[in-house]
Structure formats: C-alpha cells, structure tokens
C-alpha cells in the first residue's frame, strides 16, 4: 500500500512541477490564442493551470499526510540482533617482531616474561 502511494505522490509531484513551469511568471498561463469564448484562451489557460496548480498541491498535501501517518502506525520496533554476542573470533597468528632483549633485571630470581594477557572478549 504505502509503495502504491509513494509512487501515486511522485507522479503528483512531476504532475505538478510541469504545471507550475508552464505559467507564466506574471501570472498569464500559456498565452495561447484561439476563439475568444474558447476554452484554451489566455485567460482560460490562466485558470485551467491556477485550479489545476491548487488541486494537485491540495492532493500532494493530503498524500503527504496519509503517508507520514501509515508510516508511523506501522512501523515495527527495534530488534537487536544478538546471534553473535557470546560468540569470540578465531585466533589469528601474527608473527611477531623480533625485539631485542630487555637489559638484565636487579633481580635474576624475577621472572623475565610478562603473563600473557588474554584479548577483549
């Protein structure tokens, strides 16, 4: 429903655009000739476009309001993944650098190596 809409509004919004370009900046419309008491005179045209302009911002309006408020009442809530919480990445072996040794401790009784300290989990 709400894929329907979204494409119902953009084919207002184009409808709209093209409407709005073809009057003129003065107010006049197209500014095409033809019988006096037809319906495509000046001021025909004037107001063909001006209803028409009206209508489709009305419709673009109402659209835009339906769809904000399908959107908000069906929308779902967040769901957090948690599949791989407990789960650790394999080790990875990286060969270390070389490091030249330390210089001899006070005490030759300490032990040299520090305990291996185990990553964040």
């Known amino acids: 429903?709400?894929?329907?809409?979204?494409?119902?509004?953009?084919?207002?919004?184009?409808?709209?655009?093209?409407?709005?370009?073809?009057?003129?900046?003065?107010?006049?419309?197209?500014?095409?000739?033809?019988?006096?008491?037809?319906?495509?005179?000046?001021?025909?045209?004037?107001?063909?476009?001006?209803?028409?302009?009206?209508?489709?911002?009305?419709?673009?309006?109402?659209?835009?309001?339906?769809?904000?408020?399908?959107a908000g009442a069906s929308r779902q809530p967040v769901k957090i993944d948690t599949s791989l919480a407990g789960k650790t990445a394999a080790p990875v072996e990286q060969s270390q650098p070389v490091q030249p040794s330390p210089a001899p401790a006070a005490n030759p009784n300490q032990n040299q190596q520090a305990p291996a300290v185990p990553l964040a989990r």
Do not use: Y
């Open 1 to 70: 429903m709400f894929a329907f809409l979204l494409i119902v509004q953009t084919l207002i919004a184009g409808s709209l655009v093209a409407v709005i370009l073809m009057q003129r900046s003065e107010g006049g419309g197209l500014g095409v000739g033809g019988s006096s008491s037809g319906f495509m005179t000046a001021r025909g045209a004037a107001d063909f476009l001006t209803r028409s302009t009206a209508v489709l911002g009305g419709m673009f309006i109402v659209l835009s309001i339906l769809m904000a408020a399908i």
